[in-house]
């Protein structure tokens, strides 16, 4: 059957359908990654948009319900150059055709993702709609395309009430940790090091309680922390400080989410609240932006964003660079830094944009990427330990006293 990409400039791509029987507006972005399909479609800040795969051939593999970062797929379409019909791995589950269509995602393949790409680099980030309809009235559907935002995603992907994920005492002998079906905890202890090599726990975390702000969170946030020996409590995106202050947490974690930051007012105030205990915090991607707003810094969307697995990232404290993953479309802006609350800890090598912040005075810093990046890179997983350290650091000076 055939399918149509419009975009709100007017360009048609002709294809053919995908996925779900569905007609959808959305955002249009571009994702570089050259594996990890899986991870892209169950990442919840992508809820909101519609994703053009940039490598050319998606669904080799299949789709391996382990891999998953949440429940289900997030992205209202999907947009690849070629679906390959037959995955070959020995985990295969599925077909990615048959993951689509079960999740009521729909979809274009055949079309020039390169092309469509190119546009989206040079005239940046645009509206467009997946349809089927070989009927379809440009007049009609431009204004509809122009009048599209994302909205509050943040309250649609967020977990609905609070749950928690107990931290491995001895990952090395334990298995799946209690409650987390797909978690391979040997695999994380480094006894299969050729799969997460960068997860192996050099921190010890046991006993260390971390509260989750949920914006939209990877799961391999919360198991990057229990792996490390934390006991993780996930909590919904909108619940009061005063809730999470009453737990006593050691530490606190800010996710990653989907959308504009800035519409997440009533977050944003509970942050502030959070910011001003000396509870040590950890906040990546939406979270850092978030923290930013909370201390009186700003934001600003970027032209198209960075998504993908190969971006690099400069360490200023070390001046190492690593490469890492990330997924956004929006960024803090610099020059409306006060230094006298943050400073710039990563900056993105590529066009020297912010990638994370180090708060003055306080036990906060917060990053732009995504340390707990699965299938990968796994450079930045160093950061887990750091987080690890301050709280142990922060909780010892408490006891002295």
Not at 22 to 39: R, W
Not at 128 to 154: Q, S
Not at 265 to 292: N, R, W
């Amino acid at each position: 059957m055939k399918a149509f990409l419009i975009l709100e400039d007017g360009t048609v791509f002709t294809g053919k359908h995908i996925g779900a029987q569905k007609e959808i507006i959305s955002e249009i972005v571009f994702n570089t990654s050259m594996a990890g399909y899986l991870e892209v479609l169950t990442d919840p800040s992508y809820a909101g948009q519609a994703v053009c795969m940039t490598y050319p051939l998606i669904g080799n593999y299949g789709i391996c319900r382990d891999d998953m970062e949440s429940k289900k797929p997030w992205p209202d379409g999907f947009i690849v150059r070629e679906l390959s019909r037959i995955p070959s791995n020995f985990r295969c589950n599925m077909t990615i055709q048959e993951f689509l269509a079960e999740n009521g995602v729909p979809g274009i393949a055949g079309i020039d993702t390169r092309a469509l790409t190119k546009i989206l680099r040079e005239k940046g980030t645009m509206n467009g709609m997946i349809t089927t309809n070989e009927a379809y009235d440009l007049n009609e559907i431009l204004p509809k395309l122009k009048a599209y935002t994302t909205g509050k995603v943040v309250e649609i992907v967020t977990c609905k009430d609070k749950y928690e994920l107990k931290g491995v005492k001895d990952i090395a002998e334990n298995g799946p940790i209690s409650g987390s079906s797909h978690f391979d905890a040997k695999a994380y202890a480094g006894n299969v090091p050729e799969k997460k090599p960068s997860m192996v726990r050099s921190i010890n975390g046991q006993g260390l309680k971390v509260a989750l702000l949920d914006f939209g969170a990877k799961d391999n946030i919360a198991k990057s922390l229990a792996a490390r020996g934390c006991d993780v409590t996930v909590y919904p995106a909108l619940t009061k400080a005063e809730e999470i202050i009453a737990a006593k947490p050691d530490g606190i974690m800010l996710s990653n989410g989907p959308g504009d930051p800035k519409e997440c007012v009533s977050v944003i105030a509970e942050i502030k609240k959070l910011y001003d205990t000396d509870i040590p915090i950890f906040a990546i991607c939406l979270g850092h932006q978030l923290m930013a707003l909370a201390t009186g810094a700003d934001t600003f969307k970027m032209k198209y964003g960075h998504r993908g697995g190969n971006h690099p990232v400069k360490d200023l404290s070390s001046g190492r660079v690593y490469i890492s993953s990330q997924n956004h479309g929006y960024v803090v802006d610099m020059d409306k830094l006060d230094p006298q609350v943050a400073v710039p800890a990563f900056v993105n090598v590529n066009d020297g944009t912010n990638e994370g912040l180090a708060y003055t005075g306080k036990n906060i810093f917060t990053v732009q990427f995504h340390p707990e990046a699965c299938p990968g890179p796994q450079d930045s997983g160093y950061l887990f330990d750091r987080f690890i350290e301050m709280m142990i650091e922060a909780k010892s000076n408490a006891k002295q006293a």
